[in-house]
C-alpha cells in the first residue's frame, strides 16, 4: 500500500511563515508529480501549486508570490514553503500524488490533510 502523509500545519500568525511536508511511503517505486490543494472551511478544495519529478513547477494565480513548492525525491518528499500568512490562508492543506507502485500500477492518492490556522 501506498501513503500520504502532510505535516506541519498548526496555528500561525499573520505575517509568519511556515513549511508544510508531504512524505510519500509504503510500495512507493516512483512519483511522477506531486501537488498540494487546500480547502478552507465552507469553500471547495482548490489547487495550490504542483510539481514534477524533474522540479517543474506549476501555481495557482493565488500562490504566486508566497508560496514556493519543492521536492526532494531521494525523500519521496513534497515540501509548500508559505511565506507572509495572511487570515485568508487557514485551510486544510492536502497532498496529491501520482505514484507507481512495485506491482507497476500507477494512480492518484490523497493524504488526510494538515490544517493551518492563521489567528492573531
Known amino acids: 500500500q501506498v501513503h500520504l502523509v502532510e505535516s506541519g500545519g498548526g496555528l500561525k500568525q499573520p505575517g509568519g511563515s511556515l513549511r508544510l511536508s508531504c512524505t510519500a511511503s509504503?510500495?512507493?517505486?516512483?512519483?511522477?508529480?506531486m501537488a498540494w490543494f487546500r480547502q478552507a472551511p465552507g469553500e471547495e478544495r482548490e489547487l495550490v501549486a504542483g510539481?514534477?519529478?524533474?522540479?517543474?513547477?506549476t501555481y495557482a494565480d493565488s500562490a504566486m508570490g508566497r508560496f514556493t513548492i519543492s521536492t526532494d525525491n531521494a525523500k519521496n518528499t513534497t515540501y509548500l514553503e508559505i511565506r507572509n500568512l495572511r487570515l485568508e490562508d487557514t485551510a486544510v492543506y492536502l497532498c496529491?500524488?501520482?505514484?507507481?507502485?512495485?506491482?507497476?500500477?500507477?494512480?492518484?492518492?490523497w493524504g488526510k490533510g494538515t490544517l493551518v490556522t492563521v489567528s492573531s
Open positions: 510539481i514534477s519529478s524533474g522540479g517543474t513547477a
Open positions: 509504503g510500495t512507493v517505486f516512483s512519483i511522477r508529480d
Open positions: 496529491y500524488a501520482g505514484i507507481r507502485d512495485h506491482a507497476s500500477r500507477f494512480r492518484y492518492y
